[in-house]
C-alpha cells in the first residue's frame, strides 16, 4: 500500500482552487508576488491553510527571505504528506542551529520534497 494521493484542494471552495492553481502557475514562471497574493487570497479565507503557507514559503525563498519562508513553512503541519513535512522539520532545524541553507536551495529541496510526495516516492 502506498502513500495516500496528493489533494491540495480538498475541502476548497471553487474559488479557492482557482487560487491555488493561479497561484502554482505564477510560482512556476516565476512570478512570485503574483503567486504570494492568490495564496495570501486563500489565507484570508482559510488562516493556515497547508498548502497557501507551503506555496508561500517556497515564492519567499525564492524571492531570498528565507526568514519569511521558515515563518510559514513553521505554519504547516500534515502528516499525510510526510516527505514535506520532513524537509520543512529538517529546514527549520538548520536555520534555528544557524546552519542556514541558501534561500534558493533552500526552495529547491522543498520543491523536490513535493514532487517526491506526489510521486509517491521517500515517503
Same mark, same amino acid.
Given at each position: 500500500?502506498?502513500?495516500?494521493?496528493?489533494?491540495?484542494?480538498?475541502?476548497?471552495?471553487?474559488?479557492?482552487?482557482?487560487?491555488?492553481?493561479?497561484?502554482?502557475?505564477?510560482?512556476? @514562471?516565476?512570478?512570485?508576488?503574483?503567486?504570494?497574493?492568490?495564496?495570501?487570497? @486563500?489565507?484570508?479565507?482559510?488562516?493556515?491553510?497547508?498548502?497557501?503557507?507551503?506555496?508561500?514559503?517556497?515564492?519567499?525563498?525564492?524571492?531570498?527571505?528565507?526568514?519569511?519562508?521558515?515563518?510559514?513553512?513553521?505554519?504547516?503541519?500534515?502528516?499525510?504528506?510526510?516527505? @514535506?513535512?520532513?524537509?520543512?522539520?529538517?529546514? @527549520?532545524?538548520?536555520?534555528?542551529?544557524?546552519?542556514?541553507?541558501?534561500?534558493?536551495?533552500?526552495?529547491?529541496?522543498?520543491?523536490?520534497?513535493?514532487?517526491?510526495?506526489?510521486?509517491?516516492?521517500?515517503?
Amino acid at each position: 500500500k502506498g502513500p495516500p494521493p496528493v489533494d491540495w484542494t480538498y475541502g476548497y471552495s471553487p474559488e479557492d482552487v482557482a487560487c491555488l492553481e493561479r497561484g502554482r502557475a505564477a510560482l512556476e @514562471i516565476g512570478r512570485h508576488d503574483e503567486s504570494l497574493a492568490e495564496f495570501a487570497a @486563500i489565507l484570508e479565507r482559510k488562516p493556515g491553510d497547508n498548502a497557501s503557507v507551503l506555496f508561500s514559503g517556497i515564492a519567499k525563498a525564492r524571492q531570498g527571505d528565507l526568514d519569511g519562508a521558515i515563518n510559514l513553512w513553521k505554519m504547516f503541519l500534515d502528516f499525510d504528506k510526510l516527505r @514535506i513535512q520532513r524537509e520543512l522539520n529538517v529546514l @527549520i532545524a538548520l536555520c534555528e542551529t544557524g546552519d542556514r541553507p541558501e534561500p534558493l536551495a533552500a526552495a529547491q529541496s522543498v520543491e523536490q520534497a513535493i514532487a517526491d510526495q506526489e510521486a509517491g516516492r521517500g515517503v
